[in-house]
């Protein structure tokens, strides 16, 4: 069992910089995938990043390539994503996820991942 609380989010306008973490409960933190999603209003929850177990490995969706980095501390038990050049349209609640899994295709998608935060929202202002 793992348990993931998120926090960093905020108010932030267009340009702007944000850091969320995401802290995880349990002694088998560095087994797992961590991966940030986030979601809208009105939106299906669509993927962010992920990395693996070791740190690795990263991987991105397109609309945040070049301007979003996730990193992991597994000595803390704690993954981030450092967002920078926000825009409006990343604004959403953004969730963490701990996943088992290792192939891409499985990472990229919510159902791949096997505990949930509860989430943090970030708002852009334009």
């Known amino acids: 069992q793992v348990h993931l609380v998120e926090s960093g989010g905020g108010l932030v306008q267009a340009g702007g910089s944000l850091r969320l973490s995401c802290a995880a409960s349990?002694?088998?933190?560095?087994?797992?995938?961590m991966g940030w999603f986030r979601q809208a209003p009105g939106k299906e929850r669509e993927f962010v990043a992920f990395i693996n177990w070791s740190g690795s490995s990263t991987y991105y969706a397109d609309s945040v390539k070049g301007r979003f980095t996730i990193s992991r501390d597994n000595a803390k038990n704690t993954v981030y994503l450092q967002m920078n050049g926000l825009k409006p349209e990343d604004t959403a609640v953004y969730y963490c996820?701990?996943?088992?899994?290792?192939?891409?295709?499985?990472?990229?998608?919510?159902?791949?991942?096997?505990?949930w935060g509860q989430g943090t929202q970030v708002t852009v202002s334009s």
């Open positions: 996820g701990a996943s088992r899994r290792a192939v891409v295709a499985v990472l990229t998608i919510p159902q791949g991942y096997d505990y």
């Open positions: 349990g002694r088998t933190f560095s087994t797992y995938a």
